[in-house]
């Protein structure tokens, strides 16, 4: 997989791309919010196979959220983003996604964000924070990426503008 380009989708299949994706480091999404101004948001994340699965909720009482998060309206608007998942050690690990969300708002919580729960703070953790979010009103919408564009760089064989 070294022989290919940045930006080739089949990236997604090596083995740094894999770990980073499976890995509990957030993704950071980066999109264009209803004001015009770049915003970046730390975000879990399931990958699918085929989609980087985020979620937020839109309404849910037992945690109190009462409005839809603020994104959904800039993503619905502008739907093209970046996201990147990269690690702290040195040299860095980096995977690099780009392409267009698509939204879908599901009644309870959406699947992978309890996947991402149980991944992110242990079974114990993730089973309490889904209890938590159980509730006949709550509503989350679910965005999905299905990368057009990926990038991965190690600073050993992989660097940016290769």
């Given at each position: 997989m070294k022989d290919l380009s940045q930006g080739d989708v089949r990236l997604l299949e090596t083995e740094i791309a894999q770990?980073?994706?499976?890995?509990?480091i957030p993704a950071r999404l980066a999109y264009v919010a209803a004001d015009g101004t770049p915003r970046v948001m730390s975000t879990w994340h399931v990958w699918t196979g085929?989609?980087?699965?985020?979620?937020?909720y839109v309404h849910c009482p037992p945690?109190?959220?009462?409005?839809p998060a603020?994104?959904?309206?800039?993503?619905?608007?502008r739907p093209d983003v970046a996201v990147t998942i990269d690690s702290e050690a040195q040299p860095p690990e980096v995977l690099l996604l780009r392409g267009r969300v698509s939204i879908t708002e599901v009644d309870g919580m959406v699947p992978e964000q309890a996947q991402a729960a149980r991944r992110?703070?242990?079974?114990?953790?993730?089973?309490?924070?889904?209890a938590q979010a159980d509730h006949p009103e709550t509503r989350m919408a679910r965005i999905a990426?299905?990368?057009?564009w990926v990038g991965v760089l190690d600073f050993?064989?992989?660097f940016p503008g290769s």
């Open positions: 770990r980073l994706l499976r890995s509990t085929e989609e980087l699965v985020m979620a937020t945690m109190g959220i009462t409005r603020r994104r959904l309206h800039a993503l619905r608007a992110f703070l242990g079974e114990e953790g993730g089973a309490g924070y889904v990426l299905r990368p057009s050993q064989t992989r």
